[in-house]
């Protein structure tokens, strides 16, 4: 059975699409079929991490909200861009980058409905076993539907004071939209802190399982989503711990 999960935060800046990348790239390294949605459409970003530019997106979701193509003529394959032969694909649905359309977004919206009747299409044309959303930073519309239609939900926090209260508020509203795996990922861990009693703490805070405490580490600010970090480096303690999350949602 296909699985839909959903990556979400409450704020901006917790390395959200970073997350989700790295976990599609080392679920299609397994030999599985990825699809990425990148949902985000007021602040786009995932594609350049797959090695796309804004320029050479030729369908976007955007396109498919507004009826002027089949949700399946926005599927990348972006097998080819990453680092390393996958024994899977993985393929992006990304969202525009032009101004127009982001502010189009802004003023007019678009029928939300479309997301679930297009996600369910996408699994079954490309075959996918896992597909991913990449949501917005926060609470909207959008986000509800993508939380509800989710087989699982990571909620990625950084150990910081304003993300605590925000993200209390997502998995309150994850439980009573009854998502079957609730998990939590603390991102941005500086060194100074005891990893063990990040865990604990936010465990005991939520009442939720903490998948991962992932450290802040040079190698990956000095990428700067020019790649996907567990393919450039594969022998890295943080690619380990993004496995043991990979493992851990199709387990």
Not at 118 to 144: A, S
């Amino acid at each position: 059975m296909s699985k839909i999960i959903s990556i979400h935060s409450f704020r901006g800046g917790t390395g959200k699409s970073n997350t989700t990348a790295n976990l599609a790239a080392l679920l299609a390294a397994q030999g599985l079929r990825v699809g990425v949605v990148d949902s985000d459409i007021q602040s786009p970003g995932i594609h350049i991490l797959f090695g796309l530019t804004g320029s050479s997106i030729q369908h976007s979701l955007n396109d498919y909200l507004w009826g002027r193509c089949d949700i399946g003529q926005t599927a990348h394959d972006v097998t080819p861009n990453l680092s390393g032969s996958l024994a899977g694909r993985l393929y992006l649905i990304p969202s525009s980058v032009q101004a127009n359309e982001i502010v189009n977004v802004l003023r007019e919206g678009y029928d939300v409905s479309l997301m679930t009747t297009g996600f369910r299409k996408l699994i079954n044309e490309l075959n996918l076993d896992v597909l991913m959303i990449d949501t917005h930073p926060g609470l909207n519309e959008e986000t509800l539907f993508s939380i509800a239609i989710s087989h699982a939900l990571i909620i990625i926090m950084r150990p910081d004071q304003q993300d605590y209260e925000g993200t209390g508020v997502t998995v309150e509203v994850a439980r009573s939209l009854d998502v079957p795996r609730l998990m939590l990922v603390v991102n941005k861990t500086p060194p100074a802190f005891d990893p063990a009693e990040v865990q604990a703490r936010v465990e005991s805070t939520y009442h939720c399982e903490v998948a991962a405490v992932l450290p802040h580490t040079d190698e990956m600010m000095t990428l700067a989503s020019a790649g996907i970090f567990a393919l450039r480096y594969p022998d890295h303690p943080l690619t380990a711990m993004y496995k043991d999350i990979a493992a851990r949602l199709v387990g």
